[in-house]
């Protein structure tokens, strides 16, 4: 006789609260492919990628070392699996510790970093590179 109504209505909230949490969880996260941390392949314009250079796309790095040539690779440094962070015109840069990577290959340029990043996919479609 003593029962209160406004627990059980919390509690019923509460459930639909995080069911509606659950429900973005598994459904709104995509706010693009190209954003940072998102899962799954991400696309860029080829014109966005400096010659000789590159960029962080996504969890993706993707770079054209010469002209009409891209290569991609995970964004992961292989040192403490960290985000890189810099693509400058000589090297794929985790300013973390200090590593650096090949632009044409991924290989180890400097460490304390041992492995080459991981090497991803890049296809082409007319401008636009789809990473995966
Ligand atoms: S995590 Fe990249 S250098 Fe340590």
Redesign the pocket.
Known sequence: MTAHPHPTRRAVLSSAGIAAITLCLGGCGSAGPDAAGSAGPATVPASEIPIGGGRIVGRFVVTQPTKGTFEAFSYL??????P?QQVTDAAIV??????SFSLADGSVLT???TKPLTKATVTANGDTLTIS
């Open positions: 440094c292989t040192h403490q699996n960290l890189v985790c300013g973390r510790h200090g590593s460490g304390p970093a």
